[in-house]
Each structure stands twice: as C-alpha cells, then as structure tokens.
C-alpha cells in the first residue's frame, strides 16, 4: 500500500468539559500522514486544524489549531463571555529526545466585558521548557513574562491588575507582582514583590496588603508579608504581620495578628532537610478581655512532612488554667488527640453568646481520642462549675443565674456513641440527658441515617436564663418540664413523651409588647406524632395555637397548626400601636409554609416618623458591616405563600407629617404575592 486514506470520530472530554465528538480525515504514504480536516467542539465553541507527520528519518511533525467562540463558563462560571485562538507548534527528534516550540500566536475575545488578548511562545526539548515571551491581557490588567520553567528555573514576570472585579468572582481590588526566580526547584533563589489594595472576594476583605520575599538556598533568606484591616465573615483583624528569616538548615518564623480587642502572637524555629520540617513552637501568646492572657508554659515540639504531622509537649497557660495536648497525623488519614484542660475559664464561650452576657467559672476536661479521617473513638469528659450566667435585663440591670457543678461525658467504641449530660443551673433547674448513636462507627452507614436512643428529662422552675441565648426577648420567666424520649434515626427522630410550659412571660423590645400567661403544652406518641396546644395573652387580648407536627417516611418535617386570637397587642411603639384579631391556618412541609386565612384589625394608630432613604437603593453585591466590621450575614430565603385577608376595623387612624386619615377595607394576598386593595380613606 504507497498510499491511504483515512478518516474517524472519537468523542472526547471529561471532569466539566461534556464529552463532545471530534472528527479527523486525510491521507498518507508509508512514512508520512497528513490531517487535512481536524474538527471538535470544545467548550460550545469549535476547534480546527490540520497536522502533518513524518518518519522517514527522525519523527518530526507540524500542527496548526484554531478555537473559535470558546465559552470558559462552562468550566469557570463566573467567567462569561467568548474567546479565540491560534496555535502552531513544530517538533523533531533529535539524538537525545524531540525538540520544537509552541506558539499562541493569538487570544482574543471578551469575558466578563472585557477584551481578552495575548501571545505566548515556547521552546520545549528533552524535559525542558522554555517561555520566550509571555503577554496576557484581561482589560486593564496584565501579565508578562518569560523564562526557563524546566527543568530549572530562570524566569521573570510582571503582573499589573488595577482592576480584579471582572476577574475575582464578587470581588475586586488591584494588585502588582514583580519577580525572578531561579536556581532549582527545591532550592531556588529570587525576589518576589506583592502589593493589593482593596483586595475583596466573596467572604473577605483585605484593606492592603504588601508581600516581598529574598530567597537564597545558599544564604539566608527572608519572607514578610503585612495586611491591614483583613475582614471576614466572623472576625475583622487590624493587622497581620508575617516574617521567615534565615537559610532551610535554621529559620524562625513569626506571626502576629491583632484586632481592636485581642491579640495572637505565634513563633515557631526549625529547620527542613528537604523531606521534613522539625522544630520547637516557641511562643504562643493570645490576650483578650474574655479570655485573659494565655501563653506556652514551655517550647513544644513540632514536625511536618508530606507523610505525617505531630505535635508534643503543648502546655498553654492562663493565671491558674492549664490547656496541655499532644496531637499527630497520618498520611493514612489516621490521627490521635490527647489533652486535658485545668481550670480553664468559661468566659472562652463569650464570643460565641449574644452581647453582654457573661460567664464566670472555670471548666476541666480530659480528651482521648483517635481515629482515621471523620471516624474516631475515645473519651472525653468536661466538667463545668462552679460558676455563673449574667445577662442583661435592662439597661441598668443584670440577672445571674448559678451553675452548678455540671458533666458532660462522650464515648465512642465499638457499640456507638455514645454522649451523657448532667447539667444544674441552681434553683433555676436541672437536665439530665443522654444519646446513644450505635451506628457511628460502622462503616458505610452515614451519621445521619444512623440509630438513636436517648432520654431528656428537664426541671426548670425559673427560665429567665433564657435572657442569655435568646436575641430581642428579655423578662423571660416561667417554668418548664420535659420527659422525653427519642428513637427511630438523625434523619427521622420519632420523639415520645411530654413537655409543658407554665406561667411564661417575655417582653419583646422591638415591638415593646409583653407577653403574658404563656402555656405551651407538647405530648407526642411512640410514632413520633406530636401534639400542641399553647397560649399567650398580649394586651387585652389573648392568641392561641393547637396543631400537629411530624417526620414524614422521607425525613420531611411537616406541620399543621390553626393560630386565632381576639384584640391581640401586636405592636406597641411611638410610632405604632395595633391590636390584631386572627385566624390563620399553617401548614409547613420542609422549608416551605403556606399561611391561610384572616387577620382583622380592629384597632390601630399609626404616626411614622420621616425617614431619609436613599433614592436609589444599594447594589446586591454591597456587604454590611456591624460597628465593630464584622459582616452582617443576609437572611435565609424562606419559601412562603401566603392566601390572607387583612381587614381594617372601624378604629384605624393614620397621622403623619400632616396627615390625619381614618383607613378601612381590606387587603388579600394571594399565592403569588400580588397585592390587591378595595376599600376607602
């Protein structure tokens, strides 16, 4: 056969890229073939060209490919829009292996707005690589470049990015990079400069931020890295500070983070002999109000490698609290944990509690434990107390409620988890409660379609505690008990037994109303049915609930409750006061709720005051900040219809900034939230 013809498809892709079909066709002669048509889609784009082989002698080929309408959202969805390119390549083998180059010789197009273009060429020969010219831009900002990539390093960059909020998905910010590198990969030598300012992504925020790094693995070296005013959904930090000085045989590095309120300093020496890093924690300093001063009773050893991880020795101290663990890590996923604490203060809950509330006291534990990946056993038990709850009543007045010596124990062996509380708040009251999770440790069973088995039994005569977890509400009183039991799985709990409450009692500062008389009394059956009928009385009026709740055979939570009440005080502020009549039905499955019926308002004044809103309201992507920075998480989207009447009595009265208006009719809202009104002013 001197000549042929060939021709096929193949379909090709994978990971995000669907798998497409490529078509190819051309001929040929013994030692040589030639691909006149080479055709795929690629990323709802297409891609073309041809390529030429030949052996006659030592292999050498060409190749020419063309890729049009290119959507890279397919594999990065925040980057939208459409690109190009141009690809040549040439290579041929050589007494030591194939050498040739690669050219991009053209990117065009636009993502996100913005027009994308670029050009890189390269040399490639027996495990080497080498960059000539590398030159990208995304509207304002770019990259250039070049150098020896392989099979060591020579090369040089310069990044300029005014503008990252087309290329950071929700973020935005500038930032520059210069540098070289070179020498090995292992050991290289150079200079890296980093500086950002107003660097922002989803979650984050960086005021500025400067990085310069002088490498040498024959000498020393030296890395710092500074920010100011890092912002995180949680937690705002003024500063952080970041230095690694001298040579991979002997390094200290040091770290320092700060914020309006507390302080971490950490230091750290050793050395890394090109597999492991050993060395000593130093220091280890932490000061906040809650928590007081901690620091290392002494240096604990450290060591890392790609194939396990330990830590030894660690004692931290605060005052008369001691924190001490040793800690280590497989590369098998396996891992082991011990510690004890002594006198360590309760006051280290307070950033997780609502604002103002206080804990005093002092907590001991000890924990054993080991395990591989998200599987463990061991002990561990904590004991609280004695100690103090303070919160918050007023403005000038505070409430305490004592804690009494409480435990809290957890094992987990070969029979489950399993977890046993004894809490006791005083004459307040007591809990007493345990779980048993048999199906933890088993292998393929999830943790949530597990069994459970557990009792609660609660006492408290005095809930005014409460104050202290629950945001908006205080002069809470009242009294509840609770027998109960639970069964069936996490995923599907069938609860058995009763709860009642008694003589509640809360007022609500925001609307300035106090809730009055409250009784809640639950009783569920061994199918995990439960029952409920309450009360509470506001003003002269008095709104009652009676329903059913359930676990559906899906694991669905679903409710059904009828709510009615008669001249209800729903709100009672300077700038409202409203008593409301309803009759609503409620009917919940999972996350969603559909609310029936009537809300009649027999009577209601209204004086809003003036208030200056912007014209135009904020952008979506705009983030809010407490007084102290920290983010303002968005709400939860709730999935609510809604079918009710709102019907105005004969006493609604409107008066503001000259308005004096007596209002009636009604007003329904239908499944698709519509509004619709009829009445009169």
């Not at 027009?115 to 690589?129: N, T």
């Not at 029979?415 to 933890?440: E, H, I, K, Q, Y």
Request: proline share 5%; aromatic share 6%.
């Amino acid at each position: 056969m001197s000549r042929y013809r060939l021709a096929g498809e193949l379909v090709a892709g994978g990971g995000s890229v669907p798998e497409k079909p490529w078509r190819f066709g051309g001929a040929g002669i013994p030692r040589s073939v030639e691909l006149t048509t080479l055709r795929g889609e690629l990323l709802a784009g297409a891609i073309t060209g041809r390529a030429t082989a030949s052996w006659t002698g030592p292999l050498e080929w060409r190749v020419a490919l063309a890729g049009s309408d290119l959507d890279p959202a397919i594999v990065w969805p925040s980057s939208r829009g459409r690109v190009g390119f141009a690809l040549a390549g040439h290579g041929a083998g050589g007494p030591d292996g194939m050498h040739g180059d690669l050219a991009v010789r053209e990117l065009t197009g636009a993502v996100n707005g913005q027009p994308v273009s670029g050009r890189i060429d390269a040399r490639f020969g027996p495990g080497s690589l080498h960059v000539d010219s590398l030159r990208v831009a995304w509207g304002p900002d770019r990259l250039e470049g070049g150098g020896l990539v392989a099979p060591s390093l020579d090369v040089r960059w310069t990044l300029v990015a005014p503008n990252l909020s087309f290329v950071i998905p929700h973020g935005g910010g500038a930032l520059e990079s210069r540098g070289w590198l070179a020498g090995s990969r292992l050991a290289p030598r150079g200079e890296i400069a980093l500086a950002g300012d107003s660097l922002r992504w989803e979650g984050g925020l960086v005021d500025s931020v400067s990085a310069l790094a002088r490498l040498d693995a024959a000498r020393a070296s030296n890395v710092r890295i500074d920010a100011t005013r890092i912002r995180t959904r949680r937690r705002t930090f003024d500063r952080l500070a970041f230095t690694v000085d001298g040579s991979r045989g002997q390094h200290v590095a040091k770290l320092a983070v700060a914020s309006s309120e507390d302080s971490l300093t950490l230091e750290a020496s050793g050395a890394f002999d090109g597999r492991a890093w050993r060395g000593q924690l130093t220091r280890l300093d932490f000061v906040a109000p809650a928590a007081g001063s901690w620091s290392l009773e002494h240096s604990a050893t450290l060591a890392a490698s790609t194939e396990q991880a330990s830590l030894t020795g660690f004692c931290w101290r605060s005052t008369n609290g001691r924190a001490c663990g040793d800690a280590g890590w497989r590369r098998d996923g396996s891992w082991t944990l011990r510690s004890t604490l002594e006198a360590v203060k309760l006051a280290l809950l307070e950033p997780q509690l609502p604002a103002g509330v206080q804990l005093a006291g002092t907590m001991n534990g000890d924990v054993a434990l080991r395990g591989v990946g998200r599987h463990w056993t061991g002990d561990a038990r904590f004991d609280v107390g004695p100690g103090q709850i303070s919160y918050p009543i007023d403005r000038k007045r505070r409430g305490q409620t004592p804690i009494d010596p409480s435990r809290v124990t957890m094992r987990s062996d070969a029979r489950g988890l399993r977890v046993d509380a004894n809490v006791s708040l005083g004459a307040a009251g007591t809990m007493r409660g345990d779980l048993l999770l048999p199906d933890f440790e088993h292998e393929g069973v999830t943790l949530f379609g597990g069994r459970l088995d557990g009792h609660l039994d609660a006492r408290f005569t005095d809930l005014a505690f409460l104050q202290a977890f629950v945001a908006d509400l205080s002069a809470i009183r009242g009294a509840l008990t609770a027998n109960l039991a639970v069964g069936g799985t996490l995923r599907r709990p069938r609860w058995s037994g009763q709860a009642e409450l008694t003589g509640g009692a809360a007022t609500i500062e925001r609307l300035d109303i106090q809730l009055l008389d409250g009784t809640l009394s639950a009783r569920s059956d061994a199918d995990g049915r439960l029952a409920f009928q309450g009360g509470v009385r506001s003003g002269p009026g008095r709104l009652t609930i009676d329903g059913h709740a359930s676990i559906d055979p899906k694991g669905v939570p679903v409710a059904s409750a009828t709510v009615s009440g008669d001249r209800v005080q729903a709100i009672h502020t300077t700038e409202a006061s409203m008593l409301v009549s309803p009759r609503l039905e409620l009917a919940m499955v999972g996350d969603s709720m559909h609310v029936t019926g009537e809300i009649l308002v027999p009577q209601a004044r209204l004086s809003p005051k003036k208030r200056n809103e912007p014209a135009i309201q904020p952008s979506l992507d705009v983030v809010y900040l407490r007084g102290d920075s920290t983010w303002i998480a968005a709400a939860a989207p709730r999935k609510l219809s809604a079918e009710i009447r709102l019907v105005l009595g004969d006493d609604v009265r409107v008066r503001s900034q000259g308005l004096d208006a007596k209002l009636t009719g009604q007003r329904a809202r239908d499944r698709a939230s519509r509004p619709a009104d009829h009445g009169q002013r």
